[in-house]
């Protein structure tokens, strides 16, 4: 499988933004996806997961509420789309793939079993 993220850049406080995460190599339902995001000088934080063949999703605290993940299944593609962003948001996101069965969404985006990332994406939120 192979994941390529799409949609950063640079948003103002307040405002939207939606990243893609277009996967191929297999059918989305085959697996998990998660996203991600690393700030400078910071660790990696889940952000939420998605698993196609339940549709069941599962969101981070940090977000929750302002994120929302979505799929086109038609499409293999993944979308984050953030809202109400802060400057604490600026990172590097990413999405990964998990084999579905090693990533339930009630594990809430367990970081090892996400084996394939994407390159990253940068998100800048500016005041």
């Known amino acids: 499988v192979q994941l390529v993220e799409s949609g950063g850049g640079l948003v103002q406080t307040g405002g939207s933004l939606t990243l893609s995460c277009k996967v191929s190599g297999g059918p989305l339902d085959d697996y998990a996806i998660g996203w991600f995001r690393r700030a400078p000088g910071k660790q990696r934080d889940g952000l939420g997961c998605y698993t196609d063949r339940d549709g069941k999703t599962y969101y981070a605290d940090a977000v929750k509420g302002r994120f929302t993940i979505s799929s086109d299944k038609a499409d293999n593609t993944v979308y984050l789309q953030m809202s109400a962003l802060k400057a604490e948001d600026s990172a590097v996101y990413y999405c990964?793939?998990?084999?579905?069965?090693?990533?339930?969404?009630?594990?809430?985006?367990?970081?090892?079993?996400?084996?394939?990332w994407g390159q990253g994406t940068q998100v800048t939120v500016s005041s």
């Open positions: 990964a793939a998990a084999p579905f069965y090693s990533a339930p969404y009630y594990y809430r985006c367990p970081l090892p079993s996400y084996g394939t």
